[in-house]
């Protein structure tokens, strides 16, 4: 299958303001620290892995809200590094982002009209509008949503965190793009609505041969959607590979912990609290070596030598882990 998308070596180092330098003399954060990674044609790349690991920087660096600090994207065999502003305007008809909250990423103040119709006006792709309004309630439908006057009337907050969710669905699909990044878009959702979600985006991904990258906190979310994982830890991908493999034979003791911390394929169970077994993840002074020696059980002296790269270790499962 062909990549759609691919990130190499993909850096992004943040410069902390002076008031927030408490921690030595270490001014910069790595909140993603060299990643290499490519998504194929059709499939669900998850990323997952727990707070502040550099999930969001990731979506935000391949959305071209950040400017990446090192390494390269390529979109379709095209350079999509540090775009400029009009380079970044016509991705955006190919790429679209769907976040985490749909109760701030929805301006409160505008209608649920306004705000599907507005990535249509930026990219004035409607003849006129009656062709505007048919789009509109064309994707709110395919959405699941009602395409009523009175829906298109409404403003975010007269709708349930899951309905809101959907308009925010339909904003992100309303240019056919082929490329979805969605970041935790199930986290902020009751139980019962985030399987409706998972399972419209499925819905939408066959029916419009949608590429998502699929970024969670949670294994039974990536379980049910993702065909491939990548785990990341303190800004880098520690293991990769099918979801299945990673789920039933995970390689890094990471990872390991991770799926030890929650039985998978428990949608109903929150367990991002559970996680913190062991020192917090060192972002700013980096031991040299593996970055997850501080907390790893089974760390040698090999650990505090060499950084481990990414090693195939069976088809299509890499893991940088010197144990394995
Ligand atoms: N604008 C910024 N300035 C400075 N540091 C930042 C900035 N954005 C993110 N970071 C830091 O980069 C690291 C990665 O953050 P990021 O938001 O990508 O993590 P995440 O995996 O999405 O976490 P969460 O699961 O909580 O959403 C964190 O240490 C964070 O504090
Ligand atoms: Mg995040």
Redesign the pocket.
């Known amino acids: 299958m062909d990549n759609l998308f691919s990130a190499t070596n993909l850096s992004?180092t943040?410069?902390?303001r002076k008031r927030s330098r408490g921690l030595g003399s270490h001014r910069f954060?790595k909140?993603?620290d060299g990643i290499s990674f490519d998504v194929k044609l059709g499939e669900t790349f998850g990323i997952v892995?727990?707070?502040?690991?550099?999930?969001?920087?990731?979506?935000?660096l391949i959305m071209q809200l950040?400017k990446a600090t090192g390494g390269q994207m390529l979109f379709k065999d095209t350079d999509m590094t540090n775009l400029n502003s009009r380079a970044t305007k016509k991705m955006r008809r190919h790429v679209q982002m769907i976040f985490?909250d749909p109760y701030t990423a929805l301006n409160p103040v505008k209608t649920i009209f306004y705000l599907v119709a507005e990535p249509l006006k930026i990219h004035k792709v409607y003849k006129n509008k009656n062709e505007l309004m048919e789009k509109v309630r064309e994707t709110l439908n395919a959405v699941g949503l009602p395409s009523t006057d009175d829906l298109l009337a409404k403003r975010p907050d007269a709708l349930s965190g899951g309905e809101r969710q959907r308009v925010g669905i339909a904003k992100a699909l309303v240019l056919d793009p082929e490329f979805v990044v969605a970041?935790?878009p199930v986290s902020m959702l009751d139980a019962s609505v985030r399987a409706e979600i998972v399972n419209l985006m499925l819905k939408l991904k066959a029916q419009r041969d949608l590429t998502y990258v699929f970024?969670t906190?949670e294994f039974d979310v990536a379980y049910a959607i993702c065909d491939r994982v990548a785990i990341?830890y303190a800004?880098s991908i520690i293991e990769l590979g099918n979801t299945e493999d990673i789920i039933h034979d995970p390689l890094h003791p990471y990872t390991r912990l991770l799926l030890d911390a929650v039985p998978p394929l428990r949608p109903d169970k929150n367990w991002?609290n559970n996680i913190a077994k062991g020192e917090v993840a060192y972002?700013i002074a980096q031991p040299s070596g593996c970055k997850y020696q501080l907390r790893c059980d089974k760390r040698t002296d090999a650990c505090s030598g060499d950084t481990p790269v990414l090693i195939e270790k069976s088809p299509g499962h890499y893991v940088a882990c010197h144990l394995d």
């Open positions: 992004k943040f410069q902390l954060v909140a993603v892995g727990e707070s502040g690991c550099g999930k969001t920087t990731t979506a935000r950040e985490q970041d935790e970024i906190h990341m800004g991002g972002y």
